[in-house]
């Protein structure tokens, strides 16, 4: 327990006389009384102490050195602020430090001394990092340990800049296929390309699509080659059947405007697309909303076509553009490093040869994003990854880390057993 003194004279402790009731008049009364015998009391215990003191500091002395012994008033010896008389104070009976303040005065001046006592622990209590009890420390409070667990920068992976390249190769090659969606319409509407030409492209950039998915991700589209060739007939066959509807689809609208939302939807279409699958860093394509907008994007440029054979021809390479083409980059870019830089060099030199003779300018001006996008925005995220700053610690939200291989064991346990049943 500690006891704080604190002065106070008398005058400012004179009650008023005019404008008292007759209660606060007794309940003063009352008070002074308490406050007299209380600091008489207290007045003795600190005399008695110093007494004590006294009469041990001669006795220790006795046998050597002699000792000064200050036998000055205790009005002399700093009862306010005097560690004797916090010493002493500190001794006083349990019924001396209960009570909120007692007045002390001293025979020498008259002066009121207010003991005004608190409670305190000499040791405070440690502070939990816990819900359940109650402490006696505020809600955000924080002790000395609790940046000692801070980590920075601990699951930020270093960039180098030609795997970066080697990453961004998946922009270029998305790129290359949105210029060629875009190219072939502009030359079936010029008549510069018939549409048994492309017709022929799509067979076999149908054929061999399958074939990259059945070699080298080990499986065919669909499960089985029965359930791929079925699925390949519904999408021909729908198509086909669509291309009058989708002829007259948006004749009313005007060409201006829908090359504008052409172009709105396939920027859309690359911001949004899921390049992580073509990277293979995930096994599932998650990108719903950016293939919505690139088939949004075909239908539109469909009905500016002149012949219905021309709608089926451009809406059938569009969705093998956007719709087949992920799976089989996604499984050459698991197999080798290689086949996937020339498949990226493949995809960009195709969607020059269809650029090139309708636009020069935009061929250009498609070569300078190639180049941004592949060496100089690389360059620019390894230069400011030395910026970065993750703060991890104990307040962040505690994340299960499962490892890849037991979550494709976990996957492919049901469609093992469902086969082997």
Not at 146 to 170: C, G, I, K, M
Not at 340 to 364: C, D, N, R, Y
Request: with cysteine; proline share 5%; glycine share 6%.
């Amino acid at each position: 327990r500690c006891i704080y003194v604190m002065p106070r004279r008398v005058e400012d402790r004179k009650l008023p006389v005019d404008d008292q009731s007759e209660n606060q008049r007794k309940s003063s009364r009352t008070l002074n009384q308490k406050h007299k015998t209380k600091s008489s009391y207290a007045f003795d215990q600190y005399q008695l102490q110093q007494q004590r003191e006294a009469q041990v500091g001669v006795s220790k002395d006795s046998a050597g050195s002699p000792r000064q012994v200050n036998h000055q008033k205790p009005s002399q010896q700093g009862l306010i602020r005097s560690s004797s008389s916090l010493l002493a104070l500190n001794s006083w009976p349990e019924r001396a430090a209960e009570q909120n303040s007692v007045a002390v005065q001293s025979p020498e001046n008259g002066t009121h001394h207010v003991v005004e006592s608190a409670t305190c622990d000499t040791a405070p209590h440690k502070w939990e990092r816990v819900l359940w009890k109650r402490q006696p420390y505020s809600d955000n409070y924080t002790d000395a340990t609790f940046l000692r667990e801070l980590v920075v920068n601990a699951s930020v992976p270093t960039r180098h800049y030609w795997a970066v390249v080697l990453d961004s190769a998946a922009i270029t090659q998305q790129m290359s296929v949105v210029v060629a969606a875009v190219a072939v319409p502009s030359h079936l509407l010029n008549g510069s390309l018939p549409a048994q030409v492309v017709l022929v492209a799509c067979a076999v950039l149908l054929l061999t699509g399958y074939a990259v998915c059945a070699l080298l991700g080990g499986h065919i589209l669909g499960g089985s080659l029965a359930h791929g060739v079925r699925q390949c007939s519904l999408l021909v066959g729908g198509v086909f059947f669509l291309s009058p509807l989708l002829h007259t689809l948006t004749r009313t609208v005007s060409a201006d405007t829908i090359i504008a939302l052409t172009v709105l939807l396939l920027l859309g279409h690359l911001v949004l697309h899921d390049y992580n699958f073509v990277n293979s860093v995930t096994d599932r394509l998650s990108g719903t909303l950016s293939l919505g907008a690139a088939v949004f994007a075909a239908v539109l440029l469909s009905s500016l076509m002149a012949s219905e054979l021309d709608v089926f021809a451009q809406v059938l390479f569009s969705l093998e553009a956007f719709l087949l083409s992920p799976f089989a980059r996604h499984y050459i870019r698991g197999a080798s490093t290689t086949a996937h830089i020339v498949t990226t060099l493949l995809l960009l030199a195709g969607a020059l040869v269809l650029l090139a003779p309708l636009s020069t300018p935009l061929a250009a001006l498609f070569v300078g994003a190639v180049i941004c996008v592949t060496f100089l925005c690389p360059l620019w995220l390894v230069s400011i990854h030395k910026f970065k700053a993750q703060i991890n610690g104990p307040w962040d939200e505690a994340v299960p880390h499962i490892p890849r291989e037991v979550m494709l064991a976990a996957a492919a346990g049901p469609v093992a057993a469902a086969g082997a049943k």
